[in-house]
């Protein structure tokens, strides 16, 4: 295993001044890999340098991932304090006493006993079965509701109180959400984790995020080519393939992957590439440290922006909404189209 020595990666600094790697892991290993896998892909990410963790309830292999990190730290003098482990509450647990019950049940599982991140995983409350059909919808399904999420949101600011978690921040939350969030938070979220690719650069909310001092973490920095057919329509962007990621790869010799992980990072915003394979992982992190992007290469990216998302999200439609754009506020302002407020008011 090629190791990379962690101090060699450039940080990132949050609002409260703690410095953080400019790339983290994905885990989510989907359909296609087993939590076994995802686990060896974790201890194997740590040995070989990465220290920021991108984990969740939803994803089904925190147990996993909590033994691995657990040996990686034995057999690697790994210090726990070196490490940023995140994790996410889960669309089902942000009910009022809730959240504090699916903390403790990702901190079991992953044998730590504080999380150094705690994400809101979605910003609605929307259950929907894991590996579900896209058409698959529950009739109990809300929008974003602001006084709801707060509830949810105090629950999490108690979590810092505590001392379970250091940072509290939020998932797919778009600026009419943020907007609404901010002026409300006792503790601010650290950080928003939201869809970011060459493909799918959202402008105004980076430079939003940016203003605010929130980190924006990029999921599916690739353009996660290989997730499930279900998330799938004919249009949807091919990251790695499009001319200006080949082009500007072929010019380096390097994978496209590659290409789009130093966009990112060059941009500001955190990549969380996911792969179970050694020789990925180990050269989206190396990648970090070598061989930058020239101006003209950054811009030439930059402006390859198309504006289309991957990630649609589609299960998470209330009854009544008329698109999966609902979801993402396209209109500049919190959509609650279609949505009655059922007799007898919100359920908490
Ligand atoms: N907050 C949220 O709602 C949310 C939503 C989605 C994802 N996420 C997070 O974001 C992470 C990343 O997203 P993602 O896994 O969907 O997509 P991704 O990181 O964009 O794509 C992952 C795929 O890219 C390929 N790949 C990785 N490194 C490569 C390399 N160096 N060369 C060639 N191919 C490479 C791998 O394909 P092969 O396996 O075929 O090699 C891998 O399966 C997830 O694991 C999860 O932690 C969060």
Redesign the pocket.
Known sequence: MNRLDPGSVPKFTLAGGEQVPVIG??????D??SPGQVADAVKGAALCGYRFF???AA?QNEAEIGLALEDAMKTGGIRREELFVSS?VWNDMHGRGDVLIALAKSLKDLRLDYLDGY?V??PFPNYHPPGCARDWRSPASRPFLIDEFMETWRQMERLVDAGLVRHIGV??MTLPKLRALLPRCRIRPAFN???L?PGFQQQELFEYCRRERILLIG?????????PARDRLPDDVS??EMPAVREIAARHGV????I?IKWAVRRGHM???????E???E??LRCVTEDPLTDGEFEALTRADTGRRI?KAFNFLWPGAESWENLWDTGGEIDLTGWEQPAGGSPS
């Not at 892991?25 to 989907?30: E, K, L, P, S, V």
């Not at 994978?255 to 590659?258: F, G, K, N, R, S």
């Not at 969380?272 to 394979?277: E, L, N, Q, T």
């Open positions: 892991m994905g885990t989510f290993g989907n296609r890999f991108d984990c969740a994803y996410k994400m995983h979605w998932s797919n984790e939201v869809e690719h999921f599916c920095p690739l353009g996660s080519p290989t997730r990251v790695m994978h496209p992957a590659l789009c990549p969380i590439p996911f792969s179970v394979y020789a990925e992982y050269s989206n990630i």
